[in-house]
């Protein structure tokens, strides 16, 4: 097992606090209350627009105290524009910051209450703390609550942006991007379509195996990817994938996931899946369900194994070629795009990897996905 590399994974962060069950997302008042305890304090909640008409969710969210309610847009993936503006329409709705921000959905929106809760108290633009502890101040006291399973955002010590001017797709990977509080309700999860519940949850599968094949091991970190991936499986192998126990199973699987790759890198299923997404606007969880059909040769148990859990749910997973038109020129963009991640690439292939990945062998890769 080689040593951690140099990047601050040696002292790793997790989430402080987190409850867990069904129907927790009723603790939101007791959690809020004792920090939002001054009249001239306030609170913000950040909501995936999905919830924007479910009256039942939104009743829950509905604190005595002093609350702005944002919609979050997640047909595309964040973008350091979009964050940037969402920065400065929370400034304008107060002269002071926000005591407390809550963000309640999927990855993108999870990502972006990260985000924006690091901006408040960082001077500059989003662009600026796209890398490796980049973040100099900590940011503002903020809650996680997923309402899809698989990404591990609740858990990670990233938030994910794509920036559209120099075609890069990286996080602000920092301690205080970590969420100082979730909850972990798995009644959120029931209503997720099932293509989506499927597509999110290999998300967990994926970065988790990609973890244990990597160069740069963490022996906690290696429990966790198991434990994530044997759940993903009992799930996707099972008959009811929406049963109660599979949606709690489900939601630690996304939890432990994540916690695994803060402590490592992912491999090279997220470097191609990120040039899907940055170049043709893919989805995250679904550009790396479509990248697998490219991965057998890098990762070929988990390729079979990925492949038979598709066929038994039934589940379509979407061709780029057929979808979408690809140029020479998308070919350049998609290779730039992917092997612009040199860190999960160096634990996958080795420091040597631009070597194996030439721009003919990933034109070559992309041309079966």
Request: charged residues 20%.
């Amino acid at each position: 097992m080689k040593n951690i590399l140099d990047t601050g994974i040696k002292n790793a962060k997790n989430v402080n606090r987190y409850i867990f069950g069904s129907g927790s997302l009723k603790e939101i008042a007791n959690l809020v209350h004792p920090i939002v305890d001054d009249p001239n304090d306030y609170c913000i909640f950040f909501v995936d627009e999905f919830f924007r008409e479910n009256e039942e969710i939104l009743q829950n969210l509905n604190l005595k105290c002093k609350h702005h309610i944002i919609f979050v847009t997640t047909t595309q993936e964040p973008t350091t524009t979009y964050v940037d503006a969402l920065n400065k329409k929370v400034k304008k709705l107060d002269t002071r910051l926000p005591k407390v921000i809550i963000g309640m959905g999927g990855g993108i929106t999870l990502d972006v209450t990260k985000a924006i809760s690091n901006l408040l108290t960082n001077p500059g633009s989003a662009a600026d703390y796209q890398g490796w502890d980049l973040v100099l101040n900590p940011s503002v006291f903020k809650i996680g609550i997923p309402t899809l399973s698989g990404t591990g955002a609740e858990a990670t010590r990233t938030c994910v942006l794509t920036n559209k001017e120099n075609g890069l797709k990286l996080g602000m990977n920092s301690d205080y991007s970590v969420f100082d509080q979730i909850i972990l309700d798995p009644e959120l999860i029931k209503t997720v379509p099932r293509d989506q519940y499927f597509y999110t949850g290999m998300d967990a599968y994926i970065h988790s195996f990609e973890a244990l094949n990597g160069s740069y091991r963490n022996p906690v970190g290696d429990a966790f990817s198991r434990i994530a991936i044997d759940y993903a499986k009992q799930v996707f192998n099972s008959e009811d994938i929406f049963s109660q126990d599979n949606r709690s199973k489900l939601m630690v699987a996304s939890y432990m996931g994540g916690s695994a790759i803060a402590t490592t890198y992912v491999g090279v299923v997220h470097p191609f899946s990120a040039g899907l997404s940055v170049v043709f606007g893919f989805h995250h969880c679904v550009s790396n369900c479509m990248t697998m059909r490219a991965m057998e040769e890098f990762y070929p148990a988990e390729y079979s194994e990925f492949w038979r859990m598709v066929k038994k749910q039934n589940i379509d997973i979407p061709k780029l070629h057929g979808n979408k038109e690809v140029t020479e020129s998308h070919y350049d963009q998609l290779f730039a795009s992917t092997i612009i991640h040199e860190k999960p690439l160096t634990n996958a292939l080795g420091s040597g990897f631009r070597e194996i990945l030439n721009p003919k062998k990933v034109r070559e890769l992309f041309m079966k996905i």
